[in-house]
């Protein structure tokens, strides 16, 4: 499986234009309550159709936004992280618990993760169930020895903080995407959906949307030659 990430800065103002991007996004793929949930804690996700692409285009098609493209191929089924931001100084980070209640965390320094799980089902018409969520990872510089299987090896030494309750499962089927950006309220800059999807440049804010796109594909086995 290989997957086709479009990273897309869009400029956070009151106009943000961002927002008509979603008007061709079917963010019904996942529970209502799971949405209303992201949403209130500054998350959208949805599932696009390549047939879109035009009128999407047509909404980022301005001097001011951003793109970035990337091709990743994932080994042999394994999850896989993209890197969104880095903490440069110490970073509080506030969630929406299942209870509604508002909890923070303060985190000194790590990287702020998308990471990326997923099952392809050729027997769905080929649709992929994508699993996507969000984790702070510091890196503490050292090794350490973790269990792998029947063996033990020595491994870089990290601080995971994942943000569980957030994890999403949605299904992409053949000519389609996912869409992941910030939710209809943008205001709490220490809401999880902020710190995570909005980056200040220049004394300008925006905001990123990504597109992921899975690309399920076939290997040859090699042929041994004859002696």
Request: charged share 25%; proline share 5%.
């Amino acid at each position: 499986m290989s997957f086709d990430i479009l990273r897309v800065d869009v400029p956070l103002n009151d106009v943000r234009d961002a927002r008509k991007v979603w008007n061709h996004i079917d963010e019904l793929r996942v529970d209502a309550k799971h949405v209303a949930y992201l949403s209130r804690n500054g998350l959208r996700i949805g599932a696009g159709k390549n047939a879109s692409w035009p009128a999407i285009r047509a909404i980022l098609d301005t001097p001011q936004v951003e793109m970035r493209k990337e091709h990743l191929v994932a080994q042999q089924g394994q999850p896989f992280s993209i890197q969104l931001a880095a903490i440069g100084e110490s970073e509080s980070i506030f969630i929406y618990g299942r209870n509604n209640r508002l909890a923070g965390k303060t985190f000194p320094a790590g990287d702020k993760l998308l990471n990326i799980d997923y099952n392809f089902h050729p027997g769905t018409h080929g649709g992929t169930e994508v699993r996507i969520g969000l984790e702070v990872r510091h890196d503490l510089g050292m090794m350490t020895w973790e269990r792998h299987g029947d063996g033990i090896r020595e491994v870089p030494a990290v601080d995971r903080h994942i943000f569980e309750s957030l994890t999403t499962t949605i299904t992409i089927g053949p000519g389609e995407f996912l869409v992941l950006g910030l939710g209809e309220h943008a205001a709490n800059e220490y809401l999880i959906g902020n710190r995570f999807l909005t980056r200040q440049s220049g004394g300008d804010r925006f905001e990123t949307l990504l597109f992921i796109t899975p690309q399920p594909f076939q290997t040859q086995p090699s042929r041994k030659r004859r002696s």
